[in-house]
């Protein structure tokens, strides 16, 4: 699975930004969760929100209220509107995409490159 990100930018505070992210791959089909992750300088990647095959939604604090992920199955395609951004949300936004890739039940997770965010005060 290769995922490729879209959306990121320079926006002031309060502003809004929708980032977009494709999979893409013969695998597509085992992927059930999408997500998207951050990372600021100097820090560790951590959560901003998940996504089921069924809808099921999962945000960290920091963003709940603020951000939305949605999704789109047939388009393999999972988005990230965020809204009321903050200085403390500049980071580099990672899109992720968790398969089942045996009968087993084995997980791998792929990621894509990153896309910058940077809210300006």
């Known amino acids: 699975v290769q995922l490729v990100e879209s959306g990121g930018g320079l926006v002031q505070t309060g502003g809004s930004l929708r980032l977009s992210c494709v999979a893409f791959?013969?695998?597509?089909?085992?992927?059930?969760?999408m997500g998207w992750y951050r990372q600021a300088p100097g820090k560790e990647r951590e959560l901003g929100g998940t996504?089921?095959?069924?809808?099921?939604?999962n945000y960290a604090d920091s963003v709940k209220g603020r951000f939305t992920i949605s999704r789109e199955n047939a388009r393999n395609t999972v988005y990230l509107q965020m809204n009321s951004l903050r200085p403390d949300d500049t980071a580099v936004y990672y899109c992720?995409?968790?398969?089942?890739?045996?009968?087993?039940?084995?997980?791998?997770?792929?990621w894509g490159q990153g896309t910058q965010v940077t809210v300006s005060s």
């Open positions: 992720s995409a968790d398969s089942t890739v045996n009968v087993e039940g084995a997980q791998v997770r792929a």
């Open positions: 791959g013969r695998s597509v089909y085992t992927i059930h969760t």
């Open positions: 996504i089921t095959n069924d809808g099921y939604r």
